[in-house]
């Protein structure tokens, strides 16, 4: 029996590494590679970008142009931070998410150390930052996941985001054995109030570092696109005054958690708890989330701020308007 052609001799995983080894370590060209495999220069631009979304390839960028030192200079003054990190704004709003998810997971990468706890909340930003995480263990590392979890979810679920993070680590990882959304405040309460998750509120009391995203009330939002959040809800915080979430806690321009019942259904370790972290990292970007980034800073003693160059500009502007 002849030999099967070499673009049919790996599987698709395998053909993402060897793709992805011979164009970043050794450094050839997307033609040659094609040639090498045997493959049409399509399928290798797929196979690369498939092993980037796969998280097989870590790529960091060190450089940074004095416009993007310039916005971190001012943010970190005009928020009181100590420290900003602004990612160049995407040339697609729909991969902002992306592009500071990358920024974010290579942050909290450098940021771990032995017997450290980890807070951690969810949403489209968090999750692509897993995709940029190292595997590698870290002695005594516990992950607190700071929500409840959802029934059904395509890609983004707040027990995934804690389980994958502990994962690469080798870490602990303590969960919110509950729905994210209930149906009555007063469930919520009692929920609350079971020595599990007294337990781990507690727990998420003493973390050493909280990463959380933020999320607004277009359609486009998390909450609103797993159908947690009906549109009827969306309008009446919206009316409220509610200009987006941080940690499912809905807020005012001024980062008041605004007076909803939506407020009181959702199962999230509350922000006076969050307060007590030593260290908080907020990682969102984009023009429209510029509002619920704000409000977020205006609720939370925010240490970090990962964002980009857009998001950056425009809170910068609504603070300096006073608005």
């Not at 977020?296 to 006073?322: F, H, K, N």
Request: aromatic content about 4%; proline content about 4%.
């Amino acid at each position: 029996m002849p030999s099967p052609p070499a673009h049919e001799a790996f599987e698709a995983p395998e053909q993402r590494v060897r793709a992805a080894w011979l164009y970043y370590a050794e450094g050839m060209t997307q033609a040659q590679i094609a040639r090498q495999m045997r493959l049409s220069r399509v399928k290798v631009i797929h196979l690369l970008a498939a092993a980037r979304d796969a998280g097989l390839v870590s790529i960091r960028v060190n450089a940074k142009g004095l416009a993007q030192l310039d916005l971190e200079r001012q943010l970190v003054e005009r928020f009181s931070l100590h420290a900003a990190i602004v990612v160049p704004a995407p040339s697609r709003e729909s991969d902002v998410a992306r592009v500071v998810g990358h920024a974010a997971g290579v942050f909290l990468g450098e940021q771990l150390r032995d017997g450290m706890s980890i807070g951690i909340g969810w949403g489209e930003t968090l999750h692509q930052g897993l995709k940029a995480i190292g595997e590698r263990e870290v002695g005594g590392l516990s992950v607190v996941s700071l929500l409840g979890g959802i029934t059904h979810s395509r890609t983004v679920n707040p027990a995934t985001v804690a389980r994958r993070l502990a994962d690469a680590f080798r870490a602990d990882c303590y969960q919110v054995t509950a729905p994210l959304v209930v149906a009555d405040p007063g469930l919520a309460e009692a929920l609350w109030n079971e020595p599990g998750l007294r337990d781990l509120r507690a727990r998420a009391r003493r973390v050493d570092l909280v990463l959380a995203s933020v999320g607004d009330l277009s359609a486009r939002a998390t909450l609103l696109r797993e159908g947690l959040l009906s549109r009827s809800d969306a309008a009446a915080l919206r009316a409220a005054g509610a200009v987006g979430d941080v940690l499912c806690h809905f807020l005012d321009a001024q980062g008041h958690v605004v007076d909803h019942s939506a407020n009181r259904r959702m199962i999230a370790v509350s922000l006076e708890d969050v307060r007590r972290v030593p260290r908080i990292v907020l990682a969102s970007g984009g023009r429209r989330k510029v509002a619920a980034l704000l409000a977020a800073l205006r609720a939370l003693p925010t240490q970090v701020l990962i964002t980009d160059e857009c998001a950056a500009r425009g809170l910068l502007a609504t603070e300096s308007s006073g608005a």
